[in-house]
């Protein structure tokens, strides 16, 4: 009753091109969300990594609580000791280090 006569005839052939618009939005957030959010979160999490793997005896770390402490022994793959002062040593999992403030000095053969 209310539809005028140009409302009411439809193109059946253009169904493919309105796919194609229809999905083109939901791309480009994605590939926005991937360079923006993803790529470098997983950048970050290599770096941290890496920096975990790096640790030895004699450095100085920042814990995820804010803990500054140097490490003090190489427990196994997954832990360490700190010692956060003169005498006060804590066992700490080694995904808990968030930075190396400075590098210590290599472990020599004997010890």
């Not at 923006?36 to 609580?65: C, F, M, N, S, Y």
């Amino acid at each position: 009753m209310f539809v005028t006569p140009a409302f009411a005839q439809s193109t059946g052939a253009a169904g493919g091109g309105d796919l194609l618009m229809s999905l083109l939005p939901f791309v480009a957030i994605f590939a926005v969300m991937y360079f923006l959010i993803l790529r470098p979160q997983r950048q970050r999490q290599k770096e941290h990594q890496e920096l975990v793997k790096a640790l030895r005896r004699g450095d100085t770390v920042v814990t995820a609580g804010g803990l500054i402490g140097r490490v003090s022994k190489v427990v196994d793959d997954h832990e360490l000791q700190i010692e956060l002062s003169e005498g006060v040593k804590v066992r700490l999992v080694r995904s808990m280090v968030t930075e190396v403030r400075a590098k210590g000095e290599p472990v020599k053969e004997g010890e």
